[in-house]
């Protein structure tokens, strides 16, 4: 079983900057072996996708509503992704989540085996 536990969130005004982390942990788990994502869901819509990197970090890809002011990075030897949040926006309040699969990166969350309780992101005007 994996583990997944995201930090940092919190309230920030607009135009501010957050980090979020997501620190993986499991008994047989082997963070390099999972591409890891980042979504997020605001109240009353859908969860959406926000960004993911593939296993070793070569490869990202971003929701279009967050390219240019979020950047996805993860460290390998600390089993932890982080999510870099530029230029904050009223519209980014929502709840965070990490999430991790062990195929290649997607933006389709129902392709992620693991997933965190989330962390809130408030953005005041």
């Known amino acids: 079983q994996v583990q997944l536990v995201e930090s940092g969130g919190g309230l920030v005004q607009t135009g501010g900057s957050l980090t979020l982390s997501c620190a993986a942990s499991?008994?047989?788990?082997?963070?390099?072996?999972?591409?890891m994502g980042w979504f997020r869901q605001a109240p009353g819509k859908e969860r959406e996708f926000v960004a993911a990197?593939?296993?070793?970090?070569?490869?990202?890809a971003y929701g279009d509503s967050v390219k240019g002011r979020f950047t996805i990075s993860r460290d390998n030897a600390k089993n932890s992704v982080y999510l870099q949040m530029n230029s904050l926006k009223p519209e980014d309040t929502a709840v965070y989540y990490c999430?991790?699969?062990?195929?290649?990166?997607?933006?389709?969350?129902?392709?992620?085996?693991?997933w965190g309780q989330g962390t809130q992101v408030t953005v005041s005007s």
């Open positions: 990197m593939s296993r070793r970090g070569g490869t990202t």
């Open positions: 999430a991790a699969r062990t195929r290649v990166l997607s933006s389709l969350q129902n392709g992620y085996d693991y």
């Open positions: 499991g008994r047989t788990f082997s963070f390099s072996s999972y591409s």
